[in-house]
């Protein structure tokens, strides 16, 4: 039982890596502050076995790297909504001036430290054991 694979949602920042049990149609939330404009960005996936899905990115100002097209506006963020296929794994690269916080299914799961790095998440089965010992 405890060496049965189970699926999960692998978030690893500088090698540290946590689990979190796939739900059908969980979703994940990437919270961070844009660094040239300091602004809130909001991005939104939706994840099952099949893998990762982006499904919606907000943001507040239309500095570089930033969208400049938008479907609508809700409350301070421009808001576009999409559903495209990422595969298993989607990452970023992240600086201490991002501040980011990471919610699967509302839940904070991963608050990024003092430093920069790359912040990798997976979509993969593991063995149950590991998905205890290792839970976000």
């Not at 978030?11 to 979703?27: A, D, I, K, M, R």
Request: hydrophobic content about 40%; some cysteine; charged content about 20%.
């Amino acid at each position: 039982m405890l060496l049965l694979p189970v699926s999960v949602i692998g978030v690893e920042f500088g090698g540290s890596e946590c689990y979190y049990h796939l739900e059908p149609n969980s979703t994940l939330e990437v919270h961070y502050t844009h660094s040239v404009s300091l602004t809130k960005v909001v991005d939104v996936y939706r994840l099952s076995e099949n893998g990762i899905y982006f499904t919606k990115e907000m943001w507040q100002e239309f500095l570089a790297g930033q969208p400049i097209d938008f479907q609508y506006k809700q409350g301070e963020f421009y808001v576009k909504e999409a559903n495209e296929f990422l595969g298993k794994s989607w990452s970023y690269w992240f600086i201490p001036v991002n501040n980011v916080t990471v919610l699967v299914d509302g839940n904070t799961v991963f608050v990024q430290p003092r430093k920069e790095g790359v912040l990798e998440i997976e979509v993969k089965e593991v063995p149950y054991i590991l998905s205890i010992v290792r839970r976000c």
